[in-house]
Nanobody
Framework: EVQVAESGGGLVQAGGSLRLSCAAS????????IGWFRQAPGKEREGVSC?????????ADSVKGRFTISSDNANYKKTVLLEMSSLKPEDTAVYFC??????????????????WGQGTQVTVSS
């Protein structure tokens, strides 16, 4: 079974940078998508940035130009990094990594993903 785990959250001042890492393992098929989502208190979970096994990417409008997603598909374990810069207080949320078996255009909504990590807190102070 696919397992997903996030790391790298923390507290940062506005304008600063953080790197989140997602370790995903257990894939038995070649077509998959891995995405980063976030949920702030009182708000719905939303897609931040996602990447497909064929290199397609998605960025939410709110993070374009500030966040960069990349993947390292060495052997059995996939590592997906989310480099976040020029962070704003509104980026404060619990960030989740998720994965799904899927081909085609990169999936961008939480309902399209089946395997989820526990989440990591990102707090941006003003």
């Amino acid at each position: 079974e696919v397992q997903v785990a996030e790391s790298g959250g923390g507290l940062v001042q506005a304008g600063g940078s953080l790197r989140l890492s997602c370790a995903a393992s257990g894939f038995t098929f070649d077509d998959y998508h891995i995405g980063w989502f976030r949920q702030a208190p009182g708000k719905e979970r939303e897609g931040v940035s996602c990447i497909s096994s064929n290199g397609g990417t998605y960025y939410a409008d709110s993070v374009k130009g500030r966040f960069t997603i990349s993947s390292d598909n060495a052997n059995y374990k996939k590592t997906v990094l989310l480099e976040m810069s020029s962070l704003k207080p509104e980026d404060t949320a619990v960030y989740f990594c998720a994965a799904t078996y899927r081909g085609g255009a990169v999936s961008r909504t939480p309902t399209e993903y089946d395997y989820w990590g526990q989440g990591t807190q990102v707090t941006v102070s003003s």
